[in-house]
């Protein structure tokens, strides 16, 4: 596995980078979007340009996808996806300000669209074994919203399923420390988000949405994963257990506790906090990397890929808290075509 000295050799020029974000629009070979032509030719005094031979229609490489009409050099785009994704800790905006020679409103725009486009494929949901459960992120010592109101506009609440794989174990027929502690089990993948309420039909709609028929989740004894509004019992095996008092909850249910203490640190050591509208898209960041935590590569050519594939998203659109569809994926005309020498 190459390091950062090789990843800056392969994307270190604004060429290099326009030939992989063609090759990943049009993995077959340029097709023009307006009258389907199947030869292009890049403009020498716009190299991001190709224009149709045919209908003489131009499209940049970038158009559509997050780095949209960026007036960012491409080799930075590629170096931010490398360093928000070389460590498991991820990157701050005033990291990346600093290493790429940026405007930290630039880089701070950069980190948000990268991470827009980081979501799970809905046809792979998590199955088998599950623990789910609910935290709360910000908002604290607010008298005003107790327990799990989210009156407070800084108060989010956070729900999270994730899988409970069996462990082996060694030599001697024993577990480690840590799968002793989750009573022989690891975390598989998981899924994260933000709900506006602690309901039956919010809890429901996310778990329906995200687990596989069929499989079996442990909660706790919350009412609001209960019942027909949440409507679990035709989907899935649901096993509701009476934890008791509230310092009981990590024993009972280890792994999910230790997901939840894992994103708050993050969102504290790394980023230092983190306001709650922009709290889903930090998230996702955080799921997306620990789901693919085993990967022999580094995932910064997955963000690279995934900021093409995915729907733009606007800095207004960021400011405000908008999250127009990261999840859509833009498949970019995979139909076979040999591309001619370019030319000007």
């Not at 649901?238 to 994103?263: K, L, R």
């Not at 790394?270 to 995932?299: D, I, M, Q």
Request: glycine content about 10%.
């Amino acid at each position: 596995m190459g390091g950062i000295l090789d990843f800056v050799a392969r994307f270190g020029t604004e060429e290099r980078c326009i030939e992989h974000l063609a090759g990943l629009r049009w993995p077959d070979g340029f097709v023009c979007p307006h009258c389907g032509g199947r030869e292009g030719w890049r403009l020498k005094a716009r190299p991001r340009i190709y224009e149709c031979t045919s209908c003489h229609r131009q499209e940049s490489v970038t158009a559509g996808t997050v780095f949209h009409r960026t007036r960012t050099a491409l080799p930075k785009w590629f170096l931010a996806a490398y360093l928000m994704a070389s460590d498991k800790r991820g990157v701050s905006a005033k990291f990346l300000q600093r290493e790429l020679g940026v405007a930290y409103q630039t880089a701070w725009t950069m980190t948000h669209k990268l991470r827009h486009g980081l979501s799970e494929d809905p046809a792979l949901p998590l199955s088998g074994f599950l623990e789910a459960d609910e935290t709360f992120i910000g908002g604290r010592g607010d008298a005003a919203s107790p327990g799990r109101s989210t009156a407070n506009p800084d108060k989010s609440l956070v729900v999270a399923a994730v899988e409970k794989v069996p462990a082996p174990r060694n030599r001697n027929g024993e577990y480690s420390h840590a799968l002793k502690r989750q009573h022989g089990f690891y975390a598989g993948a998981i899924r994260v988000n933000v709900l506006p309420a602690a309901t039956a039909p919010q809890l429901g709609a996310f778990l329906k949405a995200n687990v596989a028929a069929g499989s079996h989740l442990l909660t706790d004894g919350f009412k609001g994963y209960q019942g027909r509004e949440a409507a679990l019992g035709d989907h899935l095996k649901h096993t509701p257990v009476i934890q008791g008092d509230g310092p009981n909850a990590a024993e009972f249910f280890p792994i999910i506790h230790t997901v939840f203490s894992n994103i708050k640190a993050w969102l504290v050591g790394t980023h230092h906090g983190v306001s709650a509208k922009h709290l889903p898209r930090y998230l996702r960041e955080w799921a997306y990397r620990f789901n693919r935590r085993n990967l022999p590569e580094g995932l910064d050519r997955y963000l690279i890929r995934r900021a093409v594939e995915c729907v733009t998203i606007t800095y207004g659109q960021i400011v405000a808290g908008a999250d127009p569809g990261g999840a859509i994926r833009q498949r970019r005309m995979p139909i076979p075509v040999a591309v001619p020498a370019l030319a000007g």
